[in-house]
């Protein structure tokens, strides 16, 4: 196979390939927004009114016992209108927040 011949395959093979990706790729999706979170009892949630992705509740959380030091915990994702629901523990809660994607 001489040169030229061997140099258009290669450059057909690689323009298929990219027509193939982008021929396959999903459409673009908007962070959830008008999100919040809030504390019940033991647990915890956050809901997002708007958007396309999904949003998931965190919670850092200080042990009692300073050996033993923060504790994470992390809701499942979730799309938006839907909650992010988690149990957390009683202990001090150092910060809280809703996760997007």
Known sequence: ????????LVSATALAA????????????AAPTDCS???SGLQASSYCATGTGEHRIRVLQRHFLP?????PIIGP???AG?????????????SIWVETR
């Open 1 to 8: 196979m001489n040169v030229r011949r061997w140099t258009t």
């Open 18 to 29: 990219t027509a193939l990706v982008t021929g396959t790729a999903t459409a673009a999706s």
């Open 77 to 79: 994702w979730q799309p």
């Open 67 to 71: 050996e033993v030091g923060l504790i």
């Open 37 to 39: 979170h809030q504390v």
């Open 82 to 94: 839907t909650a992010s629901v988690t149990g957390i523990t009683p202990h001090q809660i150092v």
